[in-house]
T-cell receptor
């Protein structure tokens, strides 16, 4: 069965510094990986996805993610953090089964960017 | 603008009462999903529908029911059998996944309904 783990409940970064939000996955076959962001009392917004191809995926709002097959990781990165990046971030993997291609989510990582 | 509309934003349920959460999309998506979000637990799938007049149970369907009479609409009913309904409920939609579709399509989410018990 597919699964995804986000090992950090919270990440604290100073504005202007690079940020990394970690994600590891377990899949059988090729992984379909996604990152979403959630602001308070809002739905999830799609940031980026990895399907195949380049290991560095670029997404919305200056975010990118690095796919590493040997380490089964898909870490979210941004070179220079903004206070407005503070939010809850979810990594997800596509369930390759009859369950409608459902997404399996990590438990989320709270990112806090301080001025 | 296309999107997903969930209503109401806040909902309160009395003991023994069924409540219905609305989800409407104008993205022309065939697939729709309901998730439950609890603090520290990520999102868990309640029900999903790949096409009109068809829906399937997800991981935590007990105490919930859905219908899919129109492509645009996928309402969720939280029944009195759901003993712990307090949560944030999120509706999502996408193009079809899996056979006949593509696994690389992201899901688009509404802004959620927060359900509490009175």
């Amino acid at each position: 069965a597919q699964s995804v783990a986000q090992p950090e409940d919270q990440v604290n970064v100073a504005e202007g510094n690079p940020l990394t939000v970690k994600c590891t996955y377990s899949v059988s076959g090729n992984p379909y990986l996604f990152w979403y962001v959630q602001y308070p009392n809002r739905g999830l917004q799609f940031l980026l996805k990895y399907i195949t191809g380049d290991n560095l995926v670029k997404g919305s709002y200056g975010f990118e993610a690095e796919f590493n097959k040997s380490q089964t990781s898909f870490h979210l990165k941004k070179p220079s953090a903004l206070v407005s990046d503070s939010a809850l971030y979810f990594c997800a993997v596509r369930e390759m089964s009859n369950q409608g291609g459902k997404l399996i989510f990590g438990q989320g990582t709270e990112l806090s960017v301080k001025p | 603008d296309g999107g997903i509309t969930q209503s109401p934003k806040y909902l309160f349920r009395k003991e023994g009462q069924n409540v219905t959460l609305s989800c409407e999309q104008n993205l022309n998506h065939d697939a729709m999903y309901w998730y439950r979000q609890d603090p520290g637990q990520g999102l868990r799938l309640i029900y999903y529908s790949q096409i009109v007049n068809d829906f399937q149970k997800g991981d935590i369907a007990e105490g919930y029911s859905v219908s899919r009479e129109k492509k645009e609409s996928f309402p969720l009913t939280v029944t009195s059998a759901q003993k712990n309904p307090t949560a944030f409920y999120l509706c999502a939609s996408s193009f079809p996944q899996g056979t006949g579709g593509s696994y690389n399509q992201p899901q688009h989410f509404g802004d959620g309904t927060r359900l509490s018990i009175l």
